[in-house]
């Protein structure tokens, strides 16, 4: 098997040691395997949605972040039947959109604000 080197902060590190411990993987590339694997299906299933599609899309972000993200999202107001922000702490933003449109449309923003810097956290949910 391969071998890759990768650079974390401690904050990341501890975190995957708790998830090793919690979890019982045997080691930190378990763990970073597991969230590979992870994500690339999550990748999969959002690229095999096609035709019409109603989803949720959940993004966090820091409160400096507000203004980036509020410029993607209005690039999608095509596709958003309802948004809600919420201010989760004084520095936390979670922001819950319910989407109805084409599967690439809804691609594309998911993708544009996952890909987006200022996002800490973007989740599709399609049904």
């Keep these: 098997m391969p071998i890759i080197s990768l650079s974390l902060n401690e904050k990341i ?8 411990r919690n ?12 969230a590979v694997r992870h994500f690339i299906e999550e990748k999969e299933n959002a ?5 019409k599609v109603n989803a949720v899309l959940i993004a966090a972000h ?3 972040a507000d203004e ?3 410029g993607v999202v209005h690039r999608f107001d095509d596709i958003i039947v309802t948004h809600l922000h919420s201010k989760t702490s004084t520095e936390k933003c979670l922001e819950t959109f ?3 449109g084409e599967a690439e ?8 604000l996952q890909s ?4 800490d956290y973007v989740k599709l949910l399609a049904v």
């Design 47 to 51: 690229n095999a949605l096609s035709g």
């Design 68 to 70: 980036a993200i509020s």
């Design 13 to 20: 590190l501890e975190e995957i040691d708790e998830l090793e």
């Design 116 to 119: 987006n810097k200022k996002a």
């Design 105 to 112: 449309r809804i691609k594309t923003m998911f993708k544009t």
């Design 98 to 100: 319910i989407v109805s």
């Design 23 to 34: 979890l019982g993987f045997s080691g930190r590339s378990e763990v970073v395997r597991a």
């Design 62 to 64: 820091s409160l400096q």
